[in-house]
């Protein structure tokens, strides 16, 4: 006692018991005297005064005891200082935890054992209110998107990793499952401590307005594209009809003749021909719009490439054009189809040809293949005029062309094959200025869109 409360033997010899502690437990005090005496033991907490005017919090024991026959009450105090400390600590953190997420801008709830514990305003706010504990095979989401949810939560308790970015959509706790009800909600899960026990702290953006803003854009874009088309299919039959017409009325004319049998043999001959070239491009207009559907299988990507050069090459050697292969050997097969893939190198080389055929430098088209991580790549790339800035987004747009001879159909189906695969297309400027059609591939299996 002498250590702890800084009074010398003198001064604790003239105090009463009640004096060691602080007015305000003095009470406290003699209730739990109290309460040793009439049942023997009793445990509080009390402050211990110091000769210096400070508090110490102590746990105490108090017991009633015999000793030679007299009663005695024996204390045995154990200092709490740093556990009130670190509880004072914990509040404050605690505190600061909950001031900062009940004042974030985006929803937070807490999931302990798979039940949702705790909701931010936010939240709330985005997804309704919770009237009990409610679990995470309960929360409001179409099925599909509540599997995706449950991996992503199982994954994140099973690995200690957090999920960065989900897309899901949530139903309103409270409302009917109705699609104008229906929100998008970008999610992040993240392993945390709370409450002493592992827990999923699952953060969620509101995307509804932004999808909405998106499809609204989307709808803009194929309607664009739609008039696009329609132009372009109108200017391809448009002047084949014309010649049909003309043609026909040279028939009419030539008819009532009775020596021009060649001749109207020769003007069916040609309307024959121009029906036949109506036909192609309504042909192609439908190849484009409901292509074959893909067999996938694990296929060498270099396989389909050397085929599509060997159909090529007699072309090429007429139009005085080399191609160079390099091509990386033993690279890991994907799932491909392997005559769709043919088909977009054959597009590409020719349209290549085709760009180079103003050029008067060296005429060499460059067909690459390599790895990089789970991707594969696939370079065309020749020594053309290249592609305008302006026009690297418009050139896979169904029947758009540069050129007097196209269609505009080919670049659209090529990108219609590679997005079928689950890759992507895009044009850059290869190292001799011309352009460099760049493809690129996933490894792992993909489910196709259609």
């Not at 010398?8 to 005496?37: I, S, Y």
């Not at 039959?237 to 109207?264: H, Q, Y």
């Not at 418009?394 to 689950?422: A, E, M, N, W, Y």
């Amino acid at each position: 006692m002498e250590k702890i409360s800084g009074f010398t033997p003198e001064q604790l010899g003239r105090m009463k018991l009640l004096d060691w502690f602080e007015p305000d437990d003095q009470r406290l005090a003699a209730d739990a005297f109290r309460t040793v005496l009439e049942n023997d033991e009793a445990q509080t907490e009390l402050s211990v005064k110091t000769s210096s005017g400070q508090k110490r919090p102590y746990y105490f024991n108090g017991y009633k005891m015999m000793i030679e026959g007299c009663f005695y009450l024996v204390g045995v105090g154990l200092d709490i200082s740093k556990h009130k400390q670190l509880e004072m600590a914990l509040r404050e953190s605690e505190e600061r935890f909950r001031n900062l997420v009940e004042k974030m801008p985006f929803g937070i709830s807490i999931v302990i054992e798979d039940r949702i514990l705790y909701r931010n305003p936010a939240q709330e706010k985005n997804l309704g209110k919770l009237g009990h504990r409610v679990g995470l095979d309960d929360a409001p989401l179409p099925a599909e998107d509540l599997k995706r949810f449950l991996a992503a939560c199982r994954y994140v308790q099973k690995n200690i990793m957090p999920v960065e970015d989900l897309e899901v959509r949530f139903y309103p706790y409270g409302k009917p499952r109705e699609p104008h009800h229906l929100k998008w909600m970008h999610c992040s899960i993240h392993p945390i401590d709370y409450l002493s026990q592992k827990a999923l702290l699952i953060s969620m953006v509101d995307l509804t307005r932004m999808k909405e803003l998106e499809q609204q854009v989307l709808i803009r874009e194929k309607m664009a594209s739609l008039g696009h088309v329609a132009a372009g299919i109108a200017h391809e039959i448009r002047n084949p009809l014309s010649g049909i017409n003309v043609l026909l009325e040279g028939i009419r004319e030539n008819f009532e003749e009775p020596d021009s049998a060649g001749e109207i043999k020769e003007l069916l001959t040609a309307t024959q021909q121009a029906s036949d070239k109506i036909a192609g491009v309504i042909r192609k207009v439908l190849d484009f719009s409901k292509p074959s559907v893909a067999k996938m299988e694990p296929i060498d990507i270099n396989a389909p490439v050397r085929d599509a050069i060997q159909m090529t090459d007699l072309t090429m050697r007429r139009s005085g054009v080399v191609i160079e292969q390099a091509l990386t050997p033993q690279l890991p097969k994907f799932y491909g189809d392997h005559q769709l893939i043919e088909q977009v190198v054959l597009n590409l080389i020719n349209n290549a040809v085709t760009a180079m055929e103003k050029t008067t430098s060296s005429n060499n088209v460059i067909v690459s293949s390599w790895q990089e991580g789970n991707l594969l790549f696939l370079s065309v790339s020749d020594c053309g005029p290249g592609v305008p800035e302006e026009l690297k987004e418009l050139i896979f747009t169904p029947f758009f062309t540069t050129s007097s001879k196209g269609s505009g159909i080919g670049l659209s189906f090529c990108q219609r094959v590679i997005s079928d695969h689950g890759g992507n297309i895009a044009v850059g400027t290869s190292p001799q200025g011309g352009a460099d059609f760049r493809i690129c591939l996933p490894l792992e299996k993909r489910n196709l869109p259609r």
